[in-house]
C-alpha cells in the first residue's frame, strides 16, 4: 500500500491555513527565490511543475526535500506570521484534520456491485472550475494519444467536498496516426477533498457508437449524448449519419467508470433537431 507523504500533506494544509490556491503560491514562490527576472512562461512553467509534484506525489527523498522547502518558504513569510497571530497553525491543522470525514474501508465488491450517478450535475459552474477539469483531463489526453481537442464536460456529482466529471474529446488514442483510431474517448475526473483535480477511470475510447461526438448532457441521472457515424452510404472520412443515445453512468469503485446504454435513437442523414 502507498504511504502518504506527510510533508506533501503538510504543505497542502498550509496552503488552506492562508487561503492560498496552488497558483498563487507557485508564483510568490518564484518571484521570491528567483535571481533574475521571470517571464509569463516560466510562471506557468513552474504552476505545471508544481501540479504534477502534487498529482505524483511519493515518498522519495527527492519528493520530500521538494515540499520541505515549500514549507520552509511558507513558514518563513510574512504571510504565515501575521495569519498565526489569529490563529497557531497546530490548531488550525488539528480541526481542518478532524472536520474530514473518514471513511470506513470498503468491503470487497463483486463484479455486479455498481452504483448509478443520479444527481442533477450541471448546477453551480465556476470559470476556474472548468479549466481546472479540462486541464487535467488535457494532460492526461496528450499522455495517451494525439490531438486532443473539442473538451465536452458534464458534472455527474457534487457534494461540496468530492465532485466527479466526465470528460469528452476526440483524438487519436494510442497516437496510431490512422483514421481508424481517431474519434472520441472519455475519462473521470475527480475533485478530491484538498481541491485537487485527479485522473479518477484513465481514458478509454468512444469508437464503437459515435466518431464524431456533437453534444453532452447529464440530465435526470441520464447522460444525453448526440453525434454521427459511418452509415451505408457515407464517404471515407465524412461520418453523417446522426445518432440521439443515451446511458447511465455506472461507478464499479475500482477507478473505472462505465456507459450503459439505455435507448439508441437513429436519427438518419436528415438535419438534427435536437
Same mark, same amino acid.
Given at each position: 500500500?502507498?504511504k502518504i507523504?506527510q510533508?506533501?500533506?503538510?504543505f497542502k ?6 487561503n492560498w490556491s496552488?497558483?498563487q503560491?507557485s508564483d510568490?514562490?518564484?518571484?521570491e ?8 512562461c ?6 505545471n ?5 502534487l498529482?505524483r506525489?511519493s515518498?522519495?527523498?527527492?519528493s520530500?526535500?521538494n ?5 520552509s518558504?511558507i ?16 490548531e488550525?491543522?488539528?480541526?481542518f484534520l478532524a472536520s474530514?470525514e473518514?471513511?470506513? $474501508?470498503?468491503? #470487497? %465488491? &463483486? ?9 442533477y @450535475?450541471n448546477s453551480s459552474w ?10 487535467c ?5 496528450e499522455t495517451?494519444?494525439s490531438s486532443p481537442?473539442?473538451?465536452?464536460v ?5 457534494d ?5 466529471y466526465?470528460?469528452?474529446?476526440a483524438?487519436d ?6 483514421s481508424?483510431t481517431?474519434g ?12 485537487n ?15 464524431i461526438?456533437?453534444s453532452?448532457k447529464?440530465?435526470?441521472?441520464i447522460?444525453h449524448i448526440?453525434g ?8 471515407q472520412r465524412? $461520418?453523417s449519419? #446522426? %445518432? &440521439?443515445l443515451?446511458?447511465?453512468?455506472t461507478?464499479?469503485?475500482? @477507478?473505472?467508470?462505465?456507459l ?5 435513437q437513429e436519427?438518419?442523414?436528415d438535419?438534427?433537431?435536437?
Open positions: 500500500m502507498k507523504n510533508k506533501c500533506e503538510e494544509i498550509l496552503l488552506k491555513f492562508l496552488v497558483k503560491f510568490i514562490y518564484l518571484n527565490t528567483s535571481s533574475y527576472d521571470i517571464d509569463e516560466e510562471y506557468k512553467r513552474h504552476h511543475k508544481l501540479k504534477g509534484q498529482r506525489t515518498n522519495t527523498e527527492k520530500t526535500a515540499f520541505i522547502s515549500y514549507i518558504f513558514k518563513g513569510s510574512n504571510e504565515f506570521s501575521m495569519r498565526s497571530k489569529e490563529q497557531s497553525f497546530e488550525f491543522s488539528s480541526q474530514i473518514v471513511e470506513p $474501508p470498503k468491503k #470487497k %465488491l &463483486k463484479k455486479t456491485d455498481t452504483r448509478y450517478y443520479e444527481s @450535475g465556476s470559470e476556474k472550475e472548468m479549466e481546472s477539469v479540462i486541464d483531463a488535457l494532460q492526461h489526453a495517451i494519444g481537442h473539442d473538451f465536452q458534464v458534472k455527474l456529482c457534487d461540496g467536498i468530492l465532485a466527479d466526465l470528460v469528452f474529446w483524438g488514442i494510442g497516437f496510431a496516426g490512422g481508424g481517431w472520441p474517448a472519455f475519462c473521470l475526473v475527480r475533485r478530491n477533498q484538498w481541491g483535480f485527479n485522473i479518477a477511470s484513465p481514458g478509454r475510447e468512444f469508437y464503437e457508437y459515435l466518431k461526438i456533437e453532452v447529464f440530465k435526470e441521472a447522460l448526440t454521427v457515424t459511418y452509415g451505408p452510404t457515407c464517404h465524412n $461520418p449519419y #446522426k %445518432l &440521439k443515451q446511458f447511465r453512468v461507478d464499479s469503485f475500482r @477507478g473505472a467508470v462505465d450503459e446504454l439505455v435507448d439508441k436519427i438518419g442523414y438535419a438534427f433537431t435536437g
